[in-house]
């Protein structure tokens, strides 16, 4: 992927400089029996950065977490899910909506564990459990959610002749990549406020993937017509990454398109109970995170006013579309929430982004009035021509390695990680106070079922 060409401190460099000191809040909340290391001092801010285990990064397995259950949800439900699109719950974090998020991630973490990463398996790119037994062998045996399809996304990328000689991990056309689930136990249906339908997708795993990623220039989502009169220009269709589009609507010779697959269930799944409260989230992490903003825009597109609300919870995703397709989403009623560590790089990837001009009046800006920081005005002319122009969507959550007191020699992989995103999550409290001195005893506590290979640490 091309990178943007705002100025972007790197996350690693060869003489890191000091951590910068981390500031944690002492809030008045309950604890969990887990235990805590005494030689910690948690009751105020860290001059010096404990080593962190692996175990303090993923909330999502431990039991202890979950034994006592969420807060209910009630009438508040559609304001959780972004139909005010969170105003007054992200600064600070409102308590009751980090465990939704938290809970979220919780099945993109199923979904990389599901997945199998060795290319000597014969049954590599494919989930390694049942539908059944997925949950529980993932370390998440009590969600409440029953999964009814499993999907796979396909590459349109033709390989060259010489390709079928090299090892087949090398040339895998189709990959599991996620799964659709419903909520069905009737206490957490009515600790939600509705049924609750979840889209979960993985991030990249496949050389196909890999490639399908490097496509960065942006192409016309076919089934997105140009976007309502005045909102944004009729001339200016939605565009998507190349790649990401190319995964999501291309075939395999024995396998449907990852959009035809979606379709297809959520067309049964509404038919079976859209006449009662229902919500439909679409979560994933990197390449996941993309697709689920694609997967949201297109049935919102499909099901129209028979859809629910929609809502992405996306953690460390790239960039997806053009300014039209940030409007062609709001336009919509798509929600979504970008959860960003500002110290990973995928989130600062493909292309440029829009700067809105100070003092427009609607605050929408033309395509033609890219800012590309620290560039000449030539320079931003001609990349206005290009198809390299990006637009940030949706509400963002904006956390930091560099807040964390458990996260030491900071890198690109450990930024982009899914558990690092869970526990900066579970941490965060405010701008003000970017980390609770509490986090550690909820993060606390064993891995999980499944192995996760190095290459799901480091998904673009």
Not at 14 to 41: E, G, M, Y
């Amino acid at each position: 992927m091309k990178l943007s060409m705002r100025p972007v401190g790197p996350c690693t460099t060869r003489n890191p400089p000091k951590h910068r000191p981390s500031r944690c809040c002492n809030l008045a909340q309950p604890a969990t029996d887990l235990p805590v290391k005494k030689n910690l001092k948690l009751d105020h801010c860290h001059h010096q950065t404990p080593k962190i285990s692996s175990h303090f990064l993923d909330p999502v397995p431990d039991r202890a977490a979950h034994a006592t259950r969420p807060a209910r949800l009630g009438n508040r439900w559609m304001e959780y899910q972004g139909v005010r699109n969170w105003d007054g719950l992200l600064d600070p974090l409102d308590d009751n909506l980090r465990r939704e998020i938290l809970r979220y991630g919780g099945f993109v973490d199923a979904a990389y564990k599901a997945f199998d990463f060795d290319p000597s398996s014969p049954t590599y790119a494919t989930r390694r459990f049942s539908k059944s037994s997925l949950f529980e062998r993932c370390g998440l045996p009590s969600t409440g959610y029953r999964i009814t399809r499993n999907l796979t996304a396909s590459s349109g990328i033709q390989l060259p002749r010489w390709a079928e000689r090299a090892p087949g991990w090398m040339s895998t056309p189709s990959s599991w990549i996620g799964y659709v689930a419903v909520c069905q136990d009737k206490d957490e249906i009515a600790r939600l406020g509705r049924r609750d339908i979840v889209i979960a997708y993985r991030g990249t795993a496949t050389c196909l993937e890999w490639l399908e990623n490097l496509r960065a220039t942006l192409s016309h989502f076919p089934d997105l017509g140009p976007s309502d009169a005045g909102a944004c220009p009729s001339a200016d269709a939605p565009m998507v990454e190349s790649g990401f589009l190319s995964l999501y609507t291309s075939r395999a010779a024995s396998c449907p398109s990852l959009q035809e697959m979606v379709r297809e269930e959520i067309s049964r799944l509404l038919r079976s109970y859209g006449d009662e409260p229902l919500s439909l989230t679409i979560t994933g992490h990197s390449l996941g995170a993309a697709l689920a903003t694609l997967t949201a825009s297109d049935l919102k597109t499909v099901f129209g006013k028979a859809a629910p609300l929609i809502t992405v919870i996306s953690f460390g995703g790239p960039r997806v579309g053009n300014r039209s397709f940030r409007c062609r989403l709001e336009e919509q009623g798509t929600k979504v929430l970008r959860i960003v560590n500002s110290d990973d790089l995928i989130t600062k990837v493909p292309g440029f982004v829009i700067d809105r001009p100070d003092g427009d009046g609607d605050g929408v800006a033309s395509d033609r009035d890219v800012r590309v920081a620290g560039s000449p005005s030539w320079l931003q002319r001609c990349v206005a021509d290009t198809q390299w122009v990006y637009a940030e969507v949706g509400r963002e959550l904006r956390l930091s390695s560099r807040d964390s007191p458990y996260l030491s020699g900071i890198n690109v992989a450990t930024c982009h990680d899914l558990k690092t995103y869970l526990h900066l999550v579970n941490g965060f409290v405010s701008s003000n106070c970017p980390f609770r001195a509490t986090a550690k005893r909820v993060l606390g506590g064993g891995g999980g079922g499944g192995r996760h290979s190095r290459a799901e640490r480091v998904t673009a």
